[in-house]
């Protein structure tokens, strides 16, 4: 059963740091390219980074220089490094999958992902 779990959301103050995780199950991760969306409460969801299967990686302009992707193919783990959180950032954050890349990613919704996880929540405030 192909799968994708979140973990590692929370509650944090703006300027702090949090770490999500995203374990896949049920599908290996060598050609598959994994990205973080989020959803805000009114809002369209959007792509956050992407980890491509090439290496690559692909951020939103928002988040670039605070967050960082990062996966383990062996662990079947990809990751999210936040850091200087703001609270813009608050949201719902999903793990996605699709094969290769992300397709669409610049685009509202992320439509172009095949496999998605429940997502975990993220709130940035004092």
């Known amino acids: 059963q192909l799968q994708l779990v979140e973990s590692g959301g929370g509650l944090v103050q703006p300027g702090g740091s949090l770490k999500l995780s995203c374990l896949a199950s049920g599908f290996t991760l060598d050609y598959t390219g994994i990205g973080w969306y989020r959803q805000a409460p009114g809002k369209e969801r959007e792509g956050v980074s992407c980890?491509?299967?090439?290496?690559?990686?692909d951020y939103r302009d928002s988040v670039k220089g605070r967050f960082t992707i990062s996966r383990d193919n062996e662990k079947n783990m990809v990751y999210l490094q936040m850091n200087s959180l703001k609270p813009e950032d608050t949201g719902t954050y999903y793990c996605?999958?699709?094969?290769?890349?992300?397709?669409?990613?610049?685009?509202?919704?992320?439509?172009?992902?095949?496999?998605w996880g429940k997502g975990i929540q993220v709130t940035v405030s004092s």
């Open positions: 996605a999958a699709a094969t290769y890349y992300c397709p669409g990613f610049d685009s509202p919704g992320g439509g172009g992902m095949h496999y």
């Open positions: 980890s491509n299967s090439d290496g690559t990686s």
